[in-house]
């Protein structure tokens, strides 16, 4: 690429005095972020009833949430009061690996609360001999090394390709984009891409799907009371795992099909919905919906009640 390897941000350009209003809410979005999901980490680090598998999955969705966010909010808020948007190859490949990362452990992570939730429900006088806190700490680890491994070979391979352009119509990097912009054969590029696809949705989606496909049909066999309570315990889990595929179909859409006529703002929300939405709706969620996580969020914003 002429002029070494810099990509120009060109949704940037020409924002004017909106890009002010633009940092605010972004910067206040951010703080949200931070705050709720810092009060479930808490929240559950601090309080020993809370150290349970089902919550400590959800401690650690809240850490993905944080590093994955970072990779997105400062970069951009920086670059809403920049008067120049470029990035270099390097910082923008580490930008690609950090956002989806992040993706990759979210699902992984959801996989892993579908089967605990399938051995509670399934076999529950089974379940602490199965979900051991040894098999919590090497699935997580597991799950959480592939995916990085994965991308991190991804992004090596894009830092070899020869680029032949530099603007890049998004306002985060994005790998795809990137690739698109190289002038030489990108065939190692695209089923290393399809590779990193089936390992890290695919698979882990469908063992998602298997988990709650089963949990419906021990439930239909079971009575009311039981069915109950099964169905308080998963559809915290089921809403977080919709509202996040939702996002990630949004951003695959826009991004792989160019021919959608949507205004400009509403197709930048929707490609940013996965890195904005589930963040801080999750926290929410869990917040709402599982009081021993309530109670102990009440006591920490309020010690004295």
Known sequence: MENGTYFYFMLFENLGYIRY???????MLYCAIIL??????????????????????????SVNAMFGTAGFFPRVLTDLLSDTHSISLEACVLQCIVIFMYVANEYMILMIMAFDRFVAICKPLRYYNIITPRFLTVSVVINLACPMILLTINGFLSTKLKICGNKLFKVYCHNYEVVKLSCEKTIINNVFGLVILITTTVIPLSLILY?????????????????????????PHIVVLLNFSIAIISEVTLSRIVNLDLPTGLSVFLSL???IIPPILNPLVYALNLPDIRKKIISLINPFR
């Open 273 to 275: 919905e996965f890195l």
């Open 36 to 61: 709720f999901n810092v009060l479930i980490m808490l929240a559950i680090f601090l309080e020993r009833t809370l150290h349970q598998p089902m919550y400590i999955l959800i401690l650690c969705l």
């Open 21 to 27: 209003g633009f940092f605010s809410l972004g910067f």
């Open 211 to 235: 988990s709650y496909v089963r949990i419906i049909i021990i439930c239909q066999r079971s009575s009311a009371q039981f069915k109950s309570k099964a169905f308080q315990t998963c559809i």
